[in-house]
């Protein structure tokens, strides 16, 4: 019995070691990260199938629709109005956000839900793609 859980656990590591140097030969040689000349500016998801993507290709910004079937283009957008939208953006998410204020008997528990609402407001700006 001891014997097999030894060959598990050995079994296991092994195939971790594998993973990490496959991973670490990918990320040296740049597999999976493209060529640099295309790059999603912003997506955000309209349904479960459905997104709108900014995407930037060689200095021109595009905006387009894609669901499981197809890619639409939907406009082509002025390249500085991005950059702009982008660094308001940043800037707005650079500032701290004040401490949900609220009253009753939750305040300051932690089952205020102001609190709660406003912690995940702020990890959902620090995890957005950008």
Not at 33 to 55: D, T
Not at 77 to 91: F, M, S
Not at 108 to 115: A, Y
């Amino acid at each position: 019995m001891t014997w097999m859980i030894i060959r598990l656990v050995l079994s296991l590591a092994f195939i971790a070691a594998v993973l990490w140097f496959a991973a670490r030969v990918a990320k040296k040689r740049g597999l999976g990260q493209g060529n640099g000349l295309i790059e999603v500016v912003a997506r955000q998801r309209m349904g479960r199938a459905s997104s709108v993507n900014v995407v930037r290709i060689a200095g021109r910004v595009l905006v387009v629709g894609a669901t499981e079937e197809q890619v639409t283009l939907l406009a082509e957008v002025d390249g500085e109005a991005v950059e702009e939208a982008l660094e308001e953006r940043r800037t707005a998410v650079a500032r701290p956000v004040p401490a949900a204020s609220s009253t009753g008997a939750l305040a300051g528990s932690v089952f205020d839900r102001r609190g709660w609402s406003a912690i995940v407001a702020q990890l959902r700006e620090r995890t957005v793609r950008r």
